[in-house]
């Protein structure tokens, strides 16, 4: 048994990304501390269809406080003059609406923030990199979120800095080391790319990347003519973040929030990953992080949506990992079987109508609805005309067990194996 890692759960927070309601109830059911979000413009998913409006924030506050959640708006793009005034309007309805922090990275945001009393958490696209960075910025903001090409010596020394020069922010408390845990990286520093605009007049730096790095690119010598052999052909396209096997020394550098990339990701993909590290979390608190958990972990992570894993800048790789195919790296895929009729609450059984494809017995599916969020199990039994069935197919209305709350109108769908033959 490992001996536990002298830091509680409780002393953690585990930020995941929320955009959809969906995504928003599978952070929360799987053992988040916080979400992340944006709305409408201003944010780096702004042309992301994952975005909610103003008018949800009051319900996304309401739906998280209720859960003990914090909730945190981005408002992180760059801002030009005629984007103060809608700048002004989020952060007004933001902070009249109960929202926790804004996540900003330009100046004037972060003033206007600290002006009406919203508290700022600063953005990893201002590349904080040092202690003298982080003390100025102290002034307005309680969590930093440091430039994410840092190593885990340099976070340390950051971090132990902050302790000895006794660093607060405007909360009077000591400044909290804000880092990425997991999820996509790009090639850009930071996030900071001029690819997107340069390619087709879409910047990433206003919420609307085009993703041009992760296409598959030839490289040819103009003077020769000649193809260079490289190792595939995605050379701007990193492999995604995963510390899950070094999260003892990710925390033991002073990391206090892990923060999950994926806004534009499935709400299936934010309740597996979530899932993972708060277990992990708990773990190590507990002393049972060890190996064979590490690789259960990471096989439930490369089940869903991910182009791959490294462990990023963190343990001093200077270059990154490539990832091997322009979509998804996941071993398994969801499958949509039909929705929920109606739920028998007192004995936990749901009606199900079997539209797309068929559902049997040993199956790994999930539940997903706007406020059931994302449910996972395991088909152990069927029952079609109240008889036991090995398998529903489609027009069948079949009842399935639960073993959590589910409504009508939540759709079900099934993972299945990916064929390697079907990779992008």
């Known amino acids: 048994m490992q001996t536990p890692l002298n830091i509680r759960r409780d002393e953690i927070e585990l930020m995941a990304p929320a955009g959809s309601y969906e995504s928003l109830m599978a952070a929360i059911g799987a053992g988040a501390n916080s979400v992340y979000f944006g709305v409408g413009e201003l944010n780096m998913r702004a042309r992301s269809a994952f975005n909610f409006t103003l008018e949800d924030l009051a319900r996304i506050a309401r739906i998280a ?9 981005t408002v992180n793009t760059i801002l030009y003059d005629k984007d103060l005034d809608t700048m002004r309007r989020i952060m007004d309805r933001a902070r009249a609406e109960g929202i926790d922090a804004v996540i900003v990275s330009d100046q004037a945001g972060i003033l206007y923030a600290r002006s009406i009393g919203l508290e700022v958490h600063i953005s ?16 307005y903001a309680d969590v930093m979120v440091l430039a994410r090409e840092l190593d885990l010596y340099q976070v340390r020394k950051i971090h132990r800095q902050i302790l000895a020069r006794d660093i607060r922010g405007p909360k009077g408390e000591p400044i909290k080391i804000e880092m990425f845990a997991h999820g996509a990286l790009c090639m850009a520093v930071s996030g900071k790319c001029y690819l997107s605009l340069h390619d ?6 206003r919420g609307d990347c085009r993703q041009i790095c992760r296409r598959s690119y030839v490289v040819r010598d103009r003077e020769t003519d000649e193809e260079l052999e490289i190792e595939n052909p995605f050379i701007l396209s990193p492999k995604d973040l995963c510390t899950i096997d070094f999260l003892d020394r990710f925390l033991e ?10 806004r534009a990701r499935s709400a299936e993909y ?48 200077k270059t990154g990992e490539w990832s091997q195919v322009y979509g998804s790296s996941a071993t398994k895929r969801k499958v949509y079987v039909g929705k929920v009729t109606n739920f028998f609450k007192k004995i936990s059984v749901a009606e199900i109508q079997v539209e797309a494809a068929p559902l049997a017995v040993g199956e790994e599916a999930f539940f997903m609805g706007e406020t ?53």
């Open 372 to 424: 059931t969020g994302v449910q996972e199990f395991t088909v152990r039994e069927i029952r079609v005309a109240e008889q036991a069935v090995p398998q529903s197919v489609q027009g069948e209305t079949c009842s399935i067990p639960t073993t959590g709350l589910i409504r009508r109108g939540d759709r079900l769908y099934k993972f299945v194996e990916v064929d390697p033959s079907e990779s992008e």
């Open 253 to 262: 550098a002073g990391v206090r929030v892990l923060k999950i990339e994926g």
């Open 124 to 139: 990893t696209q201002l590349n904080l990199s040092n202690i003298e960075s982080v003390a100025f910025y102290a002034a």
């Open 65 to 73: 406080h209720e859960h003990g959640v914090k909730t945190y708006l």
């Open 200 to 205: 087709n007049g879409h910047s990433a730096n």
């Open 270 to 317: 934010v309740n597996r990953v979530v899932g993972c590290y708060h277990e992990a979390l708990v773990a190590l608190e507990q002393g049972t992080y060890t190996p064979e958990r590490i690789e259960n972990w990471k096989r439930r992570l490369g089940e869903v949506f991910n182009r791959g894993f490294w462990g990023g800048y963190y343990l001093g790789g």
